[in-house]
């Protein structure tokens, strides 16, 4: 088995497609009580329109703290990818987390909600992340197959 830990996160396609495309190179979340460590993979649902799994990237690093300690940590950084967008996704939240992307890779055929829910009845993505464990339906008949490809 892996070692690391795997978590599915939920993005909108035009900043899914940012992180894909060598763009965005920070993901802005608001801190929800999950302690995601560095080097943790990330699975990628795009919501909105398209609503599948489309790719994966490793968390490089992740800084927790307020809003204004997460901006002013993303502006410190030239070419970060991060615009005001995001800042005004995280204000307002108690914590928040910037997870570093590294890594990125798109799978070679995104799974759509609709194909997930025929192999996983009930299946919902997450409204922001949650933790994959590799023994469930999700890893074993999707992702490890997606990352084999």
Same mark, same amino acid.
């Given at each position: 088995?892996?070692e690391?830990?795997?978590?599915?996160?939920?993005?909108?396609?035009?900043?899914?497609y940012?992180?894909f495309?060598?763009?965005?190179?920070y993901?802005l979340?608001?801190?929800?009580?999950?302690?995601l460590?560095?080097?943790?993979? /990330?699975?990628?649902?795009a !919501? $909105?329109? +398209?609503?599948?799994?489309?790719?994966?990237? =490793?968390? #490089?690093?992740?800084?927790?703290?307020?809003p204004?300690?997460?901006?002013?940590? /993303?502006?410190?950084?030239? !070419? $970060?990818? +991060?615009?005001?967008?995001?800042?005004?996704? =995280?204000t #307002?939240?108690?914590?928040?987390?910037?997870?570093?992307?590294?890594?990125?890779?798109?799978?070679?055929?995104?799974?759509?909600?609709?194909?997930?829910?025929?192999?996983?009845?009930?299946?919902?993505?997450?409204?922001?992340?949650?933790?994959?464990?590799?023994?469930?339906?999700?890893y074993?008949?999707?992702?490890?197959?997606?990352?084999?490809?």
């Amino acid at each position: 088995m892996e070692e690391r830990k795997m978590y599915l996160m939920s993005i909108k396609p035009r900043y899914a497609y940012r992180i894909f495309a060598g763009i965005k190179k920070y993901e802005l979340r608001r801190w929800i009580g999950i302690n995601l460590e560095p080097g943790s993979i /990330i699975v990628v649902y795009a !919501s $909105g329109k +398209v609503r599948a799994l489309i790719g994966e990237f =490793i968390a #490089g690093k992740v800084v927790l703290g307020t809003p204004e300690k997460i901006w002013e940590f /993303i502006r410190s950084i030239p !070419s $970060g990818g +991060v615009g005001l967008e995001d800042k005004d996704y =995280i204000t #307002g939240s108690k914590s928040a987390m910037a997870i570093e992307v590294v890594k990125p890779r798109l799978y070679k055929r995104p799974i759509e909600l609709r194909e997930l829910r025929m192999l996983i009845p009930g299946f919902n993505p997450p409204l922001s992340f949650r933790e994959i464990d590799y023994g469930e339906p999700l890893y074993r008949l999707l992702i490890r197959k997606l990352r084999s490809l």
